[in-house]
Antibody, heavy 118, light 108 residues
Framework: QVQLMQSGAEVKKPGASVKVSCRAS????????MHWVRQAPGQGLEWMGR????????NYAQKFLGRVTLTRDTSISTAYMELTSLTSDDTAVYYC???????????WGQGPLVTVSS | EIVLTQSPGTLSLSPGERATLSCRAS???????LAWYQQKPGQAPRLLIY???SRATGIPDRFSGSGSGTDFTLTISRLEPEDFAVYYC?????????FGQGTKVEIK
């Protein structure tokens, strides 16, 4: 069965960076785009970007350009999201989600909480 | 970027009642690339509806989607206890994905 297993919760200081991983299993990793979506506490969902695991090509939301980097390691079927220059506004749950039918998200990771606090 | 506005913010209903949730787009959503997701506390979202009106695998038929262009609706025909949750619409356009702010369906 398809599973997306993400790394654990993190606590970071303002100005630091965080790198979250997402290990895929149960399907061909390179066959589906992987997206990243975050959710601040009590707030809605915010799309951050996506990566083509086959080519490494990426698309990013304008808001995160220059601050987020999506990468992947096909040898271990894992996608990564790195966010730099963290502020308290970046405190959120960070989900990876598999793209399905070109436009939708059918499987999601469990979403670790990243807390930014001094 | 297409902005999605959901209404109402909160819907207070009783089990067995009908729920009607709205999602309005700031521009026409191309090819009706619109989906609905359900999210329960502490869980990841779950895909309910895609292509504005197609149910995802395993979704009960009490959930239905309709609409086109800029106005979309999610209807839950008879609310079951497990349907009380937050619902989000999502659209795709020009390699950008956006979500609405969500509608909470709570028990009255």
């Amino acid at each position: 069965q398809v599973q997306l297993m993400q790394s654990g919760a993190e606590v970071k200081k303002p100005g630091a960076s965080v790198k979250v991983s997402c290990r895929a299993s149960g399907y061909t990793f390179t066959g589906y785009y992987m997206h990243w979506v975050r959710q601040a506490p009590g707030q809605g969902l915010e799309w951050m970007g996506r990566i083509n695991p086959n080519s490494g090509d990426t698309n990013y939301a304008q808001k995160f350009l220059g601050r987020v980097t999506l990468t992947r390691d096909t040898s271990i079927s894992t996608a990564y999201m790195e966010l730099t220059s963290l502020t308290s506004d970046d405190t959120a749950v960070y989900y990876c989600a598999r793209e399905w039918n070109y436009h939708y998200f059918d499987y999601w990771g469990q979403g670790p909480l990243v807390t930014v606090s001094s | 970027e297409i902005v999605l506005t959901q209404s109402p913010g909160t819907l207070s209903l009783s089990p067995g009642e009908r729920a009607t949730l709205s999602c309005r787009a700031s521009q026409s959503v191309s090819n009706n690339y619109l989906a609905w997701y359900q999210q329960k506390p502490g869980q990841a979202p779950r895909l309910l509806i895609y292509g504005a009106s197609s149910r995802a695998t395993g979704i009960p038929d009490r959930f239905s989607g309709s609409g086109s262009g800029t106005d979309f609706t999610l209807t839950i025909s008879r609310l079951e206890p497990e349907d009380f949750a937050v619902y989000y619409c999502q659209q795709y356009s020009n390699s950008l994905w956006t979500f609405g702010q969500g509608t909470k369906v709570e028990i009255k």
